[in-house]
């Protein structure tokens, strides 16, 4: 099985996002035998998921972060395409609502967190809230905060926000939700062929969003704010895993293998019949198959 940990964010603060390219592709050149990886790797991935369901006592959360056309959506299709969806739920985050501008800024997500024994999908997160508020910080004005918090927030207010996030997770963990982070690392280059792509395929022509190009503007913001969020928020708890996504099929096997070994590592079980169980289907084999009736162990239930 391929690991990859050197897509892992160091939490001793020895690399920069810099350091991380965005067309890695760990020596594999090959992108059909990526493509066949991800298939054994998605069949592994439904037998992991029927555990964890099965054995009900832990979730896992998987964040995916990018900037626009670095490809969330195409992640979540190919990577959980092959699991039960009673097991799987994921969720899209976009603007917030009116309702949640009352609330703290973790409460949205917070609610939509799944329940022991499924995979929670986050399409954006909490983080947006140190991402693309960091960037654009007159989205504070939507908040009911002080004016002198809006005013002007400093290091200091963002650091308090990533404390708050490293709690949080912190807390998740403790109640056995694990949380995977998947940045999905693409180049400034590679994000404007996306771009060109979608404006020239009538079929994608809904994926663009005008307003996108403006975002582009803030390129060096963006970036900025994702070195920052890497730095104060990858933990041993919740790691980071900077994506490179420059070459979708690379990406999308190497996030199904680290989920893989992350759900393999959380040593799940199927649960044991218990003694009781075990003679209730002897009585159950024993009704199917004609040699005895239901009411022969009414009293005996």
């Known amino acids: 099985m391929y690991h990859f940990p050197e ?33 054994k790797e998605r069949e ?35 990577v959980m395409s092959g699991i039960n969806p009673v097991g799987c739920l994921v969720k899209s985050f976009k603007a917030p609502s009116e309702e949640e501008l009352r609330h703290d800024f973790l409460w949205r997500c917070s609610k939509e967190l799944p329940e022991k024994g499924d995979i929670g999908v986050f399409n ?6 140190v991402l693309i508020v960091r960037v654009h910080p007159e989205m504070l004005h939507n908040y009911p905060f002080p004016p002198s918090t809006v005013k002007k927030p400093d290091n200091e207010f963002w650091k308090k926000r990533f404390n708050n996030i490293v709690n949080f997770e912190k807390h998740l963990h403790h109640e056995n939700t694990h949380v995977l982070k998947f940045f999905l690392h693409i180049s400034k280059e590679e994000q404007k062929h996306r771009f060109i792509k979608r404006i020239e395929d009538p ?6 969003q005008y307003a996108d190009l403006r975002e582009r503007e803030y390129w060096d913001d963006y970036m900025h704010a994702y070195d920052e969020m890497l730095r104060y928020t990858s933990t041993k708890m919740a790691p980071w895993y900077v994506m490179p996504a420059d ?34 289907l002897e009585n159950a084999m024993l009704i199917l198959s004609g040699k005895a009736k239901y009411s022969d162990f009414e009293n005996n239930s």
């Open 7 to 39: 897509l892992k964010y160091p939490f001793d603060g020895s690399k920069k996002l810099a350091d991380f390219s965005t067309n890695y592709t760990a020596g594999i050149t090959d992108k059909a035998l990526a493509r066949r990886v991800l298939g």
């Open 44 to 78: 592994k991935l439904f037998d992991l998921q029927h555990t964890l369901f099965s054995d009900g006592r832990y979730s896992l959360l998987v964040i995916l972060q990018a900037m626009d056309g670095a490809g969330k959506d195409s992640t979540i299709r190919h």
């Open 124 to 129: 954006r997160s909490y983080y947006e809230d």
């Open 203 to 208: 079929r994608k022509n809904w994926k663009f």
């Open 247 to 280: 070459n979708k099929w690379f990406m999308q096997m190497a996030v199904c293998c680290i989920i893989n070994k992350k759900l393999k590592s959380m040593k799940l079980k199927i649960p044991l019949a218990s003694e009781h169980h075990k003679k209730e």
